[in-house]
């Protein structure tokens, strides 16, 4: 239970029963009981025995102005972020070399500044992902519900549920999210993101032709039905196909592009959709929709809509990825993310010409709340951002 919500359910009961005291006049305080437990989080001040009513109003006015002043904001990330290392942590990596992978870096980094943070959020659904109850109680994009059935089918077909043994072999991993933004056009990073040991892209953003900005390496390219390669010359080889999905439809296209199926009921997408994914099924993933619900609930603080998709309240795939890497990386970097509008006759994307001023006042997404995560991140340093874009 949030710590707010805990306060609430102390502070109620105890109004109602001051009032109850003020207008009979007979119950004294101390018949409810000890002072009630606090959250250390908090320093609510407690009624002591004999407090009238007015006195406890001023209190919890006390009290919410406390909250306000507390060290952590809304979302319950550290108010003051700084790059520097804790102690306890400079111990730890102090005399780690620079370049030299720091195990646990990005999560240590990440509980410093967000205590909630719990690591342990698996990549991708593997067959025991009904385990998972942190999503299985939301329908999609926030969680799995009513799609369970077609989750198993898709599952026993691609029989792979992890990143391959080279990769998941390793003590260390850096990963470097990709972000498809103009930002990364002529800056010559390719040999840099070359050399993150998981190299993610997202949806249709090419890499041939533009290797010496963006790289050549792909791990995994994360897509969802309209956002995906639709020309099957144009994928890849050796990259995971990761699907994440957004809403129910995306699980049957999905099973269609698994079992090689002709695509039928497209009328529910907002776009054209690929028509053929020419990727084995032991290629592709489902990412765990977690890191959809917790971007968007916990890290952004979109509505919550009642767990629904609504107005606002979808965070960007880029943000989804990164929340992802936070939970399965040691260390985390992005690029090309963040759009300049200061410049709108910059490109928008690193691969065509459309303007920045073409981008559109968004239905799903909330750029500037995401972007205020974002730039928590880099900060504090939980995650380096090498075009600066953030
Ligand atoms: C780092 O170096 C300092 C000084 O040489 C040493 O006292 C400390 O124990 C080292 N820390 C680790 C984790 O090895
Ligand atoms: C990148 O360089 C090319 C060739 O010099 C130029 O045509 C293009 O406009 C540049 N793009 C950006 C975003 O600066
Ligand atoms: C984004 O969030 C801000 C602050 O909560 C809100 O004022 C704004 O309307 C939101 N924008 C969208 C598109 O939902």
Redesign the pocket.
């Known amino acids: 239970m949030k710590s707010s919500h805990k306060l609430l359910f102390v502070l109620c009961p105890m109004l109602v029963l001051g009032f109850i005291y003020y207008s009979s006049g007979k119950l004294h305080l101390h018949v409810w009981g000890q002072k009630p437990q606090i959250d250390s989080e908090s320093t609510l001040i407690v009624p002591t025995k004999g407090q009238s009513t007015t006195e406890l109003e001023v209190d919890v006015a006390l009290t919410v102005g406390q909250i306000v002043g507390s060290v952590y904001d809304k979302q319950g990330f550290l108010l003051k972020l700084d790059g520097k290392l804790s102690a306890e942590l400079a111990?730890?990596y102090?005399?780690l070399s620079e370049g030299v992978c720091k195990p646990g870096y990005a999560a240590a980094k990440m509980t410093a500044i967000y205590p909630k943070f719990m690591k342990p959020a698996p990549m991708f659904l593997d067959r025991n992902f009904k385990r998972l109850a942190k999503v299985s109680s939301y329908l999609p994009p926030f969680g799995f519900k009513t799609q369970e059935t077609i989750i198993d089918i898709i599952l026993t077909a691609t029989k792979n549920y992890g990143l391959g043994q080279d990769v998941d072999g390793l003590i260390c991993k850096r990963c470097i999210i990709v972000g498809n933004g103009g930002i990364l056009a002529n800056k010559s990073l390719g040999s840099r993101i070359d050399d993150y040991d998981i190299v993610v892209r997202l949806n249709e953003a090419p890499v041939t032709g533009f290797g010496k900005d963006v790289g050549t390496k792909t791990t995994m390219r994360i897509t969802y039905p309209e956002g995906a390669i639709q020309k099957p010359e144009r994928y890849e080889k050796d990259s995971l196909f990761v699907f994440s999905a957004f809403k129910p439809l995306d699980f049957k296209w999905l099973r269609q592009m698994v079992f090689r199926e002709k695509l039928r009921g497209t009328e529910g997408f907002w776009k054209s959709v690929a028509r053929y994914v020419p990727k084995e099924p032991t290629e592709m993933r489902i990412l765990n929709p977690y890191f959809i619900q917790e971007a968007a609930f916990q890290f952004i603080g979109l509505p919550l809509n009642n767990g629904l998709m609504g107005k606002g309240n979808i965070p960007t795939l880029g943000t989804v990825a990164i929340t992802m890497a936070l939970h399965n990386c040691d260390e985390v970097a992005v690029a090309g993310f963040g759009y300049d509008m200061n410049t709108p006759h910059a490109p928008l994307h690193y691969y065509e010409t459309v303007k920045m001023s073409a981008i559109k006042e968004s239905w799903t997404h909330n750029i500037s709340k995401e972007k205020e995560f974002l730039r928590k991140l880099v900060k504090a340093n939980v995650i380096t951002d090498l075009t600066n874009g953030i």
């Open positions: 111990y730890k102090g005399n």
